[in-house]
């Protein structure tokens, strides 16, 4: 919701500016937040392929992956580019058929990417087994240490340069697939995890100040460019924000119970429709109505958590939708 009106000359499918001084949110949270949703998957990686073959971990990496890539963006994703049709001339003034108007807007795929991201990496990962049959690297990352997962900054650091595509930046293939691989290598390791728990009061205390560091020396330039996601600073930042928020998972959250349980069952949901159904929503709300920005955003707050699990409630109850957009 931030991200969509934010003033820091970040694109968004609605050129419309909010509240600037929310934008602190996003350079919070930026920097990190898609990296950690990569080492939680490489660490899920490393359970599931505990129990099941390459082949059946591929067949499933399709059907949970690839499938709602698709599903998702023929079904729901042309939403965005529907919207942002409504503010920039992407046909050039042309006469355009309407089905053709259809499909360019399903390249409009918002979060779908994360899913074609990390199927790709997934399937690296296969190879990579192959080549290690013994599990020698998984076995010789259990022995980290602190000072060296500290230092793992470095190679955090230096994947930030590499692999990134020019035109759709947020294919930011080095550092996003180095997360993975730090998940499944490093931090499926129980003694690792324990010493993050240990050192969690510490690890959260740092993160935090460089959060603070990193909002104040942004703060008015694009945060998701090359210029603030190459810096030291916010490659320091989201390593230690992850290293922080993998211990105080293991400190203070690791419990369940029946919220967490119904939640669970829907966080790929929530992920893949909130934001389709968030853009339509604002496009209605700033277009049709003449609310102050802060109404906006109090009335978008409870919408993006709650459209998404209403509609994962229908669609969930619908076979063949339910198969298409979320795999099952």
Not at 34 to 63: D, H, K, N, P
């Amino acid at each position: 919701m931030v991200y969509i009106f934010n003033s820091a000359g970040v694109v968004s499918n609605i050129p419309i500016q909010g509240i600037p001084a929310l934008d602190s949110i996003c350079y919070f949270l930026y920097p990190w937040f898609m990296c950690l949703l990569f080492v939680v998957a490489g660490i899920s990686a490393r359970y599931s392929l505990q129990t099941r073959s390459a082949g059946q971990f591929a067949r499933e990496r399709v059907r949970k992956l690839i499938v709602p890539y698709l599903g998702g963006a023929f079904l729901l994703g042309w939403l965005n580019g529907w919207v942002t049709a409504h503010y920039v001339d992407m046909f050039g003034g042309q006469a355009v058929p309407g089905f053709v108007k259809y499909l360019v807007y399903t390249l409009n795929i918002g979060p779908l990417w994360f899913l074609l991201e990390l199927f790709v990496i997934s399937i690296l990962l296969l190879l990579i087994r192959k080549l290690d049959r013994r599990d020698r690297l998984w076995t010789l990352a259990g022995k980290a240490s602190l000072p060296l997962m500290v230092l793992l900054f470095l190679p955090v650091w230096g994947s930030s340069f590499v692999l990134n595509l020019p035109v759709v930046v947020v294919f930011r293939n080095g550092i996003y697939w180095l997360m993975f691989l730090l998940g499944y290598y490093v931090f499926s390791h129980d003694t690792v995890l324990a010493k993050l728990k240990q050192h969690a009061v510490l690890f959260s205390i740092i993160a935090v100040g460089l959060g603070v560091a990193e909002v104040w020396y942004f703060f008015g330039q694009n945060y998701a460019s090359d210029a603030c996601l190459q810096h030291p600073l916010t490659n320091l930042y989201l390593w230690m924000m992850i290293l922080a928020i993998l211990g105080c998972a293991q400190r203070w959250l690791d419990f369940s119970n029946s919220l967490t349980k119904y939640l669970q069952k829907r966080s790929f949901a929530l992920y893949v429709f909130h934001y389709p159904l968030l853009v339509t929503a604002a496009y209605w709300l700033t277009t049709y109505t003449e609310l102050p920005m802060a109404a906006v955003y109090l009335i978008l707050l409870p919408f993006t958590f709650a459209a998404p699990i209403l509609f994962y409630e229908i669609v969930s109850r619908i076979p063949v939708i339910r198969y298409l957009l979320l795999g099952k």
